[in-house]
Every structure is written in structure tokens, then in C-alpha cells.
Nanobody, 121 residues
Framework: QVHLVESGGGLVQAGGSLRLSCAAS????????MGWYRRTPGNQRELVAR???????NYADSVKGRFTISRDNAKNTVSLEMNSLKPEDTTVYYC???????????????WGQGTQVTVSS
């Protein structure tokens, strides 16, 4: 059993900052890619940023230069520092992690419950 628990969402004015955090717990042997996605108006999930176990990062074009993803492998956590927030960043953000629960087991994809970010104009 694996759980991803997010924290840090909330309401902020345009131009402000928020930090999202996500902690993975449960039966975990290793964690590969961790990332943040957000809900689109069409109720899909789009990639915001992701980070490999080695620290390689990818960002959506819309957030490059404003958001920074980081992780702590020892604590099984991933964070998203969001600066210069815009009203169009308003939506639900989801933590995602590719986790191997046991040695020699296959990788499984896990999601957090989502955290609301609202940016007022």
C-alpha cells in the first residue's frame, strides 16, 4: 500500500508564490520519476513538471522560469515552488510518483488526492 499526500495549496494573489509538497509513504523500495500535474478545463491532467531520481527535470512551457521542482530522495518527497503565479494557474494540482514497492517488483504509478490552487487577479 502506497499513499501520496499533498499539502500547500491555497489562495494567493497574482504575482504571489505558493509551495506544494508531496510525501510518499507505505511499502516503497524505490521511487523513479516524481512529478506534478494539473487539471485542465477539459478535465484532463497535464504535466506541470517532473523530476527523475537523478534530478533531471522537465517543465511545461507555460511554467518555465516560474516554477521549480525538487525532491528529497531520503524523505520520499517532491516539492513544487510556484512563483509569479497567474490567474490561469488556478486549478487542482496532483502529485504523481512512479514507485517500485518491492525489490524485483514492477513499477506502479500513484497519484495524490489533489490540492486546489487559486490565483486571484
Amino acid at each position: 500500500q502506497v499513499h501520496l499526500v499533498e499539502s500547500g495549496g491555497g489562495l494567493v494573489q497574482a504575482g504571489g508564490s505558493l509551495r506544494l509538497s508531496c510525501a510518499a509513504s507505505g511499502t516503497i523500495y524505490s521511487i523513479n520519476t516524481m512529478g506534478w500535474y494539473r487539471r485542465t478545463p477539459g478535465n484532463q491532467r497535464e504535466l506541470v513538471a517532473r523530476i527523475s531520481s537523478g534530478g533531471d527535470t522537465n517543465y511545461a512551457d507555460s511554467v518555465k522560469g516560474r516554477f521549480t521542482i525538487s525532491r528529497d530522495n531520503a524523505k520520499n518527497t517532491v516539492s513544487l515552488e510556484m512563483n509569479s503565479l497567474k490567474p490561469e494557474d488556478t486549478t487542482v494540482y496532483y502529485c504523481n510518483a512512479a514507485i517500485v514497492p518491492l525489490r524485483f517488483a514492477k513499477e506502479y504509478n500513484y497519484w495524490g488526492q489533489g490540492t486546489q490552487v487559486t490565483v486571484s487577479s
